[in-house]
T-cell receptor, first 111, second 115 residues
Framework: KNEVEQSPQNLTAQEGEFITINCSYSVGISALHWLQQHPGGGIVSLFM???GKKKHGRLIATINIQEKHSSLHITASHPRDSAVYIC?????????????FGQGTRLTINP | DTGVSQDPRHKITKRGQNVTFRCDPISEHNRLYWYRQTLGQGPEFLTYFQNEAQLEKSRLLSDRFSAERPKGSFSTLEIQRTEQGDSAMYLC?????????????FGPGTRLTVL
């Protein structure tokens, strides 16, 4: 079992719909990243959070440390939101600086 | 452009050949990471540098793989005697000195195809 699991693996929705992508992890963490990857490979960091909730434009990320779970929400989705969304964590292992990634969620927003 | 850059963007090689990739991090970033991503999967950690010191290596990094960051600026990743299983996207990321586990900034990646 992977340390970081995302669901769903694929998600197709219509423009304007509210989108939720879930991330569950099995290890203690110091922080969690949500990342966006467009075709061609480039990865952009959307959020880094260790507690509570963060909002940026139409994107909202929440984390529940006790339940080891995070969600990424997109309001009023748009075709340009189509991308792979990846959850990654910094495990609480002494000296560890690496990110451990989920397998990604491929989001397609149809006009 | 002051982001992380990688060169080349694409590399096609024949099995058994050696390849070398370069990563130039954001200039004030002292931490540099290499990751590998195969199709349909999330990235996997390969190795990490703090300045010129290689502090952590994954078991994925076999004897055929070597990474260097000689002056604490750019880094190279070399794969010797490439195999078809090495075909993947190789991603580089960098992060600033503080915070300790902060946002990582990713380059565009080098896509390797081994024929």
């Amino acid at each position: 079992k992977n340390e970081v699991e995302q669901s769903p693996q694929n998600l197709t929705a219509q423009e304007g719909e509210f989108i939720t992508i879930n991330c569950s992890y099995s290890v203690g963490i110091s922080a969690l990243h949500w990342l966006q990857q467009h075709p061609g490979g480039g990865i952009v960091s959307l959020f880094m959070l260790s507690s509570g909730k963060k909002k940026h434009g139409r994107l909202i990320a929440t984390i529940n440390i006790q339940e080891k779970h995070s969600s990424l929400h997109i309001t009023a989705s748009h075709p340009r939101d189509s991308a792979v969304y990846i959850c990654a964590v910094y495990p609480l292992i002494q000296g560890a600086q690496k990110l451990v990634f989920g397998q990604g969620t491929r989001l397609t927003i149809n006009p | 452009d002051t982001g992380v850059s990688q060169d080349p963007r694409h590399k096609i090689t024949k099995r058994g050949q050696n390849v070398t990739f370069r990563c130039d991090p954001i200039s004030e970033h002292n931490r540099l990471y290499w990751y590998r991503q195969t199709l349909g999967q999330g990235p996997e950690f390969l190795t990490y540098f703090q300045n010129e010191a290689q502090l952590e290596k994954s078991r994925l990094l076999s004897d055929r793989f070597s990474a260097e960051r000689p002056k604490g600026s750019f880094s190279t990743l070399e794969i010797q005697r490439t195999e078809q299983g090495d075909s993947a996207m190789y991603l580089c990321a960098s992060s600033p000195p503080v915070p300790l586990r902060g946002t990582q900034y990713f380059g565009p990646g080098t896509r390797l195809t081994v024929l």
